[in-house]
């Protein structure tokens, strides 16, 4: 691949840029929503499904003891 001049290069970006659909402040807002509130059910169930395996190894340690 042949070398590009800094300047030719640039133009490519600013033209490549150019291209991208950005999303609008809209979409932006409601994916943070969604995330959070994906973060906010996944850690709920680490939550639980942390609670349960303890109290599972607290009995099985309780009644071998």
Do not use: N
């Given at each position: 691949?042949?070398?590009?001049?800094?300047?030719?290069?640039?133009?490519?970006?600013?033209?490549?840029?150019?291209?991208?659909?950005?999303?609008?402040?809209?979409?932006?807002?409601?994916?943070?929503?969604?995330?959070?509130v994906?973060v906010?059910?996944?850690s709920l169930?680490?939550?639980v499904?942390?609670?349960?395996?303890?109290?599972?190894?607290?009995w099985?340690?309780?009644?071998?003891?």
């Amino acid at each position: 691949m042949a070398r590009k001049s800094p300047f030719e290069f640039l133009q490519e970006v600013r033209t490549e840029t150019a291209k991208v659909t950005w999303p609008s402040r809209r979409e932006t807002l409601i994916t943070t929503a969604m995330v959070f509130v994906m973060v906010l059910l996944a850690s709920l169930f680490f939550l639980v499904a942390d609670q349960i395996i303890r109290f599972g190894v607290t009995w099985i340690l309780r009644v071998g003891g």
